[in-house]
């Protein structure tokens, strides 16, 4: 249940990345090099579902999504209560 709802919110911040319209400091490249390296941890993880060094990979690289320019409250809020209780802490 925890590994859907962190997908469910990587979703969210992706789309909410690509509808961004802040001028902050380089959004783009911080989205472009975070979403390259949270679409790798991603294929890793969903190859290998039961790996917790890929679960912790994954979930880091989320963070990093999280942390670029143009990341709305809510999203960033959404993302802290998912990785809360560490979901990998289960595999």
């Not at 990587?10 to 400091?25: A, P, T, Y």
């Not at 790996?51 to 690289?61: D, L, S, V």
């Not at 989320?62 to 409250?73: D, E, Q, R, Y």
């Amino acid at each position: 249940m925890k590994r859907n709802i962190l997908i469910f919110t990587s979703i969210l911040l992706l789309s909410s990345l690509s509808c961004s319209k802040s001028k902050k400091s380089d959004p783009a490249a911080c989205s472009n090099n975070a979403s390259g390296e949270y679409s790798a941890a991603l294929t890793a993880f969903t190859s290998d579902p039961t790996n917790k060094i890929k679960c912790q990979a994954y979930i880091t690289a989320v963070g990093k999504l999280v942390n670029c320019p143009g990341v709305t409250a809510d999203v960033k809020a959404a993302y802290e209560a998912s990785v809360q209780d560490n979901p990998c802490n289960g595999l």
